[in-house]
């Protein structure tokens, strides 16, 4: 069952925080953040196992409720090279990574 | 230095022509995975290996194939590409098989069909 992103996208101005939620009907084991720019890759970011979890580096940290049913990532004094799609991705059981639609970000000078 | 190489980077054929994607890695993990990611959307899953266990998804048509003849590489054969299967094929890479460990993603293959 696909997560559900919210917003689908988003326009900052260069130092302006953004929130990027992800959620699904069902608890999850996992939660997986992607970036992706267009024609590349997706490039990891992070990962949130257990509920109530937080993690972060730089500006860019995310969360995961205590239900595991939601995750928000949060990004802080955007800057351009944060402009990209981000994808959560939930596992839903054994050997299966389902990816969000996605939420296509664009930081202007 | 690249642990997860996709060949080709593009990758044009012709309706009906059978065409085969290659993947390597270097990071010696059990998993690999074969996504499919049209453009504008999420990446979706097609298929994965845990070791020499095939995993196939319910929706993929029987039209994609796949094999792994040893830990280091992975191939997608399309057998008669239509139209409906120009998008980026991303492989991946995983250490755990649950998705309680990070995905490694290759560069992709953007493959066209004319």
């Known amino acids: 069952q696909q997560p559900v992103q919210s917003p689908q996208a988003v326009i900052l101005r260069e130092g302006e925080d953004a929130v990027i939620n992800c959620s699904s009907s069902k608890a999850l084991y996992s939660v997986h953040w992607y970036r992706q720019k267009h024609g590349e890759a997706p490039v990891f970011l992070m990962i949130?196992?257990?509920?109530?979890e937080q993690k972060g580096h730089d500006k860019i940290s995310a969360s995961f409720n205590e239900k595991k049913q939601q995750s928000s990532l949060y990004l802080t004094a955007s800057q351009l090279s944060y402009s990209g799609t981000y994808f959560c991705?939930?596992?839903?059981?054994?050997?299966?990574?389902?990816f969000g639609q996605g939420t296509r970000l664009t930081i202007n000078p | 230095d690249a642990m997860v190489i996709q060949n080709p980077r593009y990758q044009v054929t012709q309706f009906g022509k059978p065409v085969t994607l290659s993947c390597s890695q270097t990071?010696?993990?059990?998993?690999m995975y074969w996504y499919q990611q049209k453009s504008s959307q999420a990446p979706k899953l097609l298929f994965h290996?845990?070791?020499?266990?095939?995993?196939n998804e319910a929706d993929t048509p029987d039209n994609f194939q796949s094999r792994r003849p040893n830990t280091s590489f992975c191939f997608l054969d399309i057998r008669s590409p239509g139209l409906g299967d120009a998008a980026m094929y991303l492989c991946?890479?995983?250490?755990?098989?649950?998705?309680?460990?990070?995905?490694?993603f290759g560069s992709g293959t953007q493959l066209s069909v004319l």
């Open positions: 991946a890479t995983s250490r755990d098989p649950t998705g309680r460990e990070k995905l490694f």
């Open positions: 290996y845990y070791d020499k266990d095939f995993n």
């Open positions: 949130l196992l257990k509920g109530g």
């Open positions: 991705g939930t596992g839903q059981g054994a050997q299966k990574l389902v």
């Open positions: 990071l010696n993990h059990n998993v």
